[in-house]
C-alpha cells in the first residue's frame, strides 16, 4: 500500500471544540503532496463567540467569517476531500475531537475516520528539545511556515508524516505506525463496536 492520508488542521474561535472557524487539508498520494485546501468557517451557533486569546493565537476576527461557510454548509466539501484517508494532524485528538463535536452540535454525522497524531510519530523520530509543530516540521525539513494558519499547519504535519515514512522506511501510515510502536487510531464508533463483540 502506498504512503496515502489526509493532513487536517483547524483553529478555533474559542475554547469550545465545536468553533471551528478555519481549517486546512492537505492530500498525500505515495508520499507526495498532490492537493491542498482551505477556508474559513463561520462557527456553529452558539459556539461562535471569538475570544481574544484564540484571536492573538491566530489572527481571525469575527468579521472575517461573517460571509463564510457555515459548518453544515462546508461539512461536504471537507469529507469530499478528505475520503476515506486517514486523517494525520500534530495532536491529533484536538483535531479529530473539533469534527466530531462541531457535526454532533450540527445535527450532522461525521464520518467515521481513523487518524495518526504527527506529535507522536515526532517525539518517536527526531530528537528535539520541543516538539511544537514549528519544530518538528522543521526536522523533516519543512520551516519557515505561517504557524497557526491551518493550510500551513496541515502542510507541515503531511511534511513531518512524510519524512518519517522515508526515515523509517514504512511504505504507508500503518506501517510507519507499527514502526514506531504507536497505531492508527480507530473512529469512536468503530472502537466501540470492537469493543462490544
Same mark, same amino acid.
Given at each position: 500500500?502506498?504512503?496515502?492520508?489526509?493532513?487536517?488542521?483547524?483553529?478555533?474561535?474559542?475554547?469550545?471544540?465545536?468553533?471551528?472557524c478555519?481549517?486546512?487539508?492537505?492530500?498525500?498520494?505515495?508520499g507526495r503532496?498532490?492537493?491542498?485546501?482551505?477556508?474559513?468557517?463561520?462557527?456553529?451557533?452558539?459556539?461562535?463567540e471569538?475570544?481574544?486569546?484564540?484571536?492573538?493565537?491566530?489572527?481571525?476576527?469575527?468579521?472575517?467569517?461573517?460571509?463564510?461557510?457555515?459548518?453544515?454548509?462546508?461539512?461536504?466539501?471537507?469529507?469530499?476531500?478528505?475520503?476515506?484517508?486517514?486523517?494525520?494532524?500534530?495532536?491529533?485528538?484536538?483535531?479529530?475531537?473539533?469534527?466530531?463535536?462541531?457535526?454532533?452540535?450540527?445535527d450532522?454525522?461525521?464520518?467515521?475516520?481513523?487518524?495518526?497524531?504527527?506529535?507522536?510519530?515526532?517525539?518517536?523520530?527526531?530528537? $528535539?528539545?520541543?516538539?511544537?509543530? +514549528?519544530? *518538528? /516540521? %522543521?526536522? @523533516?525539513?519543512f #520551516?519557515?511556515?505561517?504557524?497557526?494558519?491551518?493550510?500551513?499547519?496541515?502542510?507541515?504535519?503531511?511534511?513531518?508524516v512524510?519524512?518519517?515514512?522515508?526515515?523509517?522506511?514504512?511504505?504507508?501510515?500503518?506501517?510507519?505506525?507499527?514502526?514506531l510502536? $504507536?497505531?492508527?487510531?480507530?473512529? +469512536?464508533? *468503530? /472502537? %466501540?463496536? @470492537?469493543?462490544? #463483540?
Open positions: 500500500m502506498p504512503l496515502d492520508f489526509t493532513a487536517i488542521d483547524f483553529e478555533t474561535a474559542n475554547s469550545s471544540p465545536a468553533s471551528a478555519s481549517v486546512g487539508l492537505v492530500r498525500v498520494r505515495d503532496v498532490v492537493a491542498t485546501a482551505g477556508w474559513l468557517i463561520r462557527p456553529p451557533a452558539g459556539h461562535d471569538f475570544q481574544e486569546w484564540n484571536i492573538r493565537i491566530h489572527g481571525i476576527r469575527p468579521q472575517d467569517v461573517a460571509q463564510a461557510a457555515t459548518w453544515t454548509e462546508q461539512f461536504d466539501r471537507l469529507c469530499a476531500f478528505a475520503g476515506a484517508d486517514v486523517l494525520v494532524a500534530h495532536n491529533a485528538g484536538f483535531d479529530l475531537k473539533v469534527l466530531r463535536t462541531a457535526s454532533e452540535v450540527t450532522l454525522e461525521c464520518p467515521p475516520y481513523r487518524s495518526l497524531c504527527s506529535l507522536q510519530v515526532a517525539r518517536k523520530v527526531y530528537d $528535539l528539545e520541543s516538539y511544537r509543530l +514549528p519544530m *518538528a /516540521a %522543521a526536522a @523533516a525539513g #520551516a519557515e511556515f505561517s504557524h497557526h494558519d491551518a493550510l500551513a499547519d496541515a502542510r507541515a504535519c503531511a511534511e513531518i512524510i519524512d518519517s515514512a522515508r526515515r523509517m522506511g514504512a511504505a504507508d501510515v500503518h506501517a510507519l505506525a507499527t514502526a510502536s $504507536l497505531r492508527v487510531t480507530d473512529a +469512536p464508533a *468503530a /472502537a %466501540a463496536q @470492537a469493543r462490544a #463483540a
